[in-house]
């Protein structure tokens, strides 16, 4: 592609998918109405988040009191009354609030189901049905249904009825991934020796998040499949299988011989070079997915001849922990010798002058929130544009990760209270005026 065309294309795609504009654009889901009674389950509001930003009219259905998730916040910090939580994964929904303890309540709901396209719940199997509202109850009411059941084990097996609660660090730690996360524990030593070589968790909810995100896929074929059949159907996402499916390779090679993956710290057995390492000012990802790549990283910092990388015929030595192990600490001295930007330079030269070019190992430094934050591409796209909501005030929340020239996502609003559209969304869906909702307060249904 000639560079004027490149140029053009760049101008046209960033125009067409600028986030401050796409207010001005229809919506993929704007017909799909959805009910979110997710219950203690960041995997469910993440689900519904996923679809609500794509236009799907959420009603976010919470107990009078608020549901668990907007207590979850770092040092108990509040913002206008809300966990830092949930104003990342209450956007774009109508809150209201319900008491499904109580039958009226229930009767409620099933008006409600009626005239949905999707209920999403995560209430531990069977709950849902004890009170009339599962989901061979409601297809008898609304046939086009789709039911999306997110629980920790699913909806059958063993532990199916566990009332272990549905935490993503269960999730991590169920899933076997956390096993193999974590620094590495020398062979004859313990953890009196190694304190910090533990199994560690994600830094953020990947597990919940990883089922909301498969959920949200599922909820869309399902959407697909009812407009070809006019079909509703269950849908039932188990968490922690959710999470293991990331564990790729492990599976297989437990099954070829038997294998069992162990922590490795930052180095992967199946990659060479692909770690981590230490700079002069913090550190920098360090990949190199070919042997060329392996070789040129060596030439890049002066090694060519002492570490003999001209000799090297094959990546299969280099697979082995043992070796890893002892490359590790001679590559962590040279990069030490480095800054961030030092070493990414170096990498970029290499491309156009090395030895190998233009084959080169990948550098990329390993950014803090802050430097996240300020990066211009990020600035450039959108994502940290920050968003004036109503009733939180001017709020960061990373949004328009999909860029769509015809139906752009967006964030119209962060977060609501507990109950803040009760009097819309009842009034919309149930007729049900002021003096009802009054009666229905004092009840305590709402």
């Not at 090297?312 to 010798?337: C, D, H, N, Y």
Request: hydrophobic residues 35%.
């Amino acid at each position: 592609m000639a560079e004027k065309e490149k140029s053009d294309w760049v101008e046209w795609v960033k125009e067409q998918d600028d986030p401050r504009i796409a207010h001005t654009r229809p919506e993929a889901l704007d017909d799909i109405t959805i009910l979110d009674l997710s219950n203690k389950s960041f995997a469910g509001c993440y689900c519904s988040s996923l679809l609500a930003e794509f236009g799907a009219e959420v009603v976010r259905i919470e107990p009078p009191e608020g549901d668990f998730i907007r207590t979850c916040t770092p040092f108990g910090i509040l913002h206008e009354g809300e966990g830092l939580n949930y104003l990342t994964e209450g956007r774009n929904k109508f809150h209201i609030s319900l008491n499904l303890e109580k039958a009226e309540a229930r009767e409620i709901l099933k008006g409600l189901a009626a005239q949905a396209d999707v209920l999403i719940e995560t209430y531990r199997p069977g709950v849902m049905d004890e009170w009339g509202v599962g989901y061979e109850q409601l297809k008898e009411i609304n046939p086009r249904l789709i039911f999306a059941s997110i629980t920790p084990f699913g909806q059958f097996g063993p532990r199916s009825q566990s009332k272990q609660p549905d935490y993503d660090n269960i999730i991590q730690a169920r899933s076997d991934i956390q096993y193999d996360t974590g620094e590495v524990m020398p062979e004859g030593k313990t953890y009196d020796d190694y304190p910090w070589a533990i199994p560690t968790k994600a830094g953020p909810w990947i597990g919940w998040c990883q089922s909301g995100t498969f959920m949200a896929v599922g909820i869309l074929s399902a959407l697909h499949w009812r407009r070809m059949t006019g079909e509703g159907q269950a849908l039932d996402m188990a968490t922690t299988e959710a999470y293991t499916a990331f564990d790729d390779y492990a599976h297989l090679w437990h099954q070829l011989d038997g294998h069992i993956n162990e922590r490795c710290g930052s180095l992967d057995p199946a990659l060479w070079l692909y770690c981590f390492a230490p700079t002069k000012d913090g550190g920098v990802f360090l990949g190199g997915l070919r042997l060329e790549m392996w070789q040129a990283f060596a030439d890049m910092l002066g090694k060519w001849d002492d570490w003999g990388a001209g000799e090297w015929t094959s990546m299969v030595p280099f697979g082995v922990m043992e070796e890893q192990l002892k490359w590790g600490p001679l590559i962590f001295a040279e990069t030490r010798k480095y800054t961030n930007d030092e070493l990414v330079t170096m990498s970029i030269e290499y491309s156009k002058t090395g030895r190998l070019a233009p084959i080169t190992p990948v550098v990329a430094p390993i950014c803090s929130p802050e430097e996240t934050m300020k990066d211009t591409n990020w600035l450039d796209r959108g994502i940290f544009t920050p968003i004036v909501d109503p009733v939180y005030g001017e709020v960061i929340a990373a949004q328009t990760q999909h860029k769509m020239t015809e139906t752009p996502i967006r964030t119209k609003w962060v977060c609501r209270p507990v109950g803040y559209d009760n009097e819309h969304i009842f009034l919309k869906y149930t007729g049900f005026g002021p003096s009802k909702l009054k009666a229905m307060k004092e009840q305590e249904i709402i």
